[in-house]
């Protein structure tokens, strides 16, 4: 059969993304008055393997995870779990980029209208 199941890298990304859904719905029910964005970066806290520099504080949670904040439905969980997965495999890239980048796009869209990136030359 080749590689075990878990190093099958389609597989890693199915459950690196239902780990971040799962993680997101346990922290939404336990701080139901929280917004969107609080539980994605409180999801992003609590991913295995995060740990922050005695300097850097709580907002890094919150600025990695701005992006998809703005994102409706199920769109911000799954681009955060596909976030991860980059993070974590980034010799994966090519697997996740296109899908994360499609998923990111309104975000990406919306901080264009607004003149908060700038596409044109300078």
């Known amino acids: 059969m080749g590689l075990l199941k ?3 890298m389609d597989n890693v990304l199915e ?3 239902e780990s971040a859904l799962k993680n997101f719905h346990i922290t939404k029910n336990a701080t139901p008055e929280r917004d969107c964005h609080y539980w994605l970066a409180a999801t992003f806290a609590g991913r295995r393997g995060y740990r922050p ?7 890094v949670p919150f600025t990695r995870t701005s992006m998809f904040s703005v994102l409706s439905g199920d769109s911000a969980r799954v681009a955060l779990g596909y976030f991860f997965f980059l993070n974590e495999i980034p010799g994966e ?3 996740v980029g296109k899908p994360l980048m499609q998923l990111v796009n309104p975000a990406v869209q919306l901080c264009l209208g ?4 700038h596409s044109g030359s300078a």
């Open 6 to 8: 878990f190093w099958d």
């Open 15 to 17: 459950c690196t993304v």
């Open 53 to 59: 520099g005695h300097d850097v504080g709580p907002i």
């Open 93 to 95: 890239a090519l697997r």
């Open 114 to 117: 607004a003149n908060l990136l």
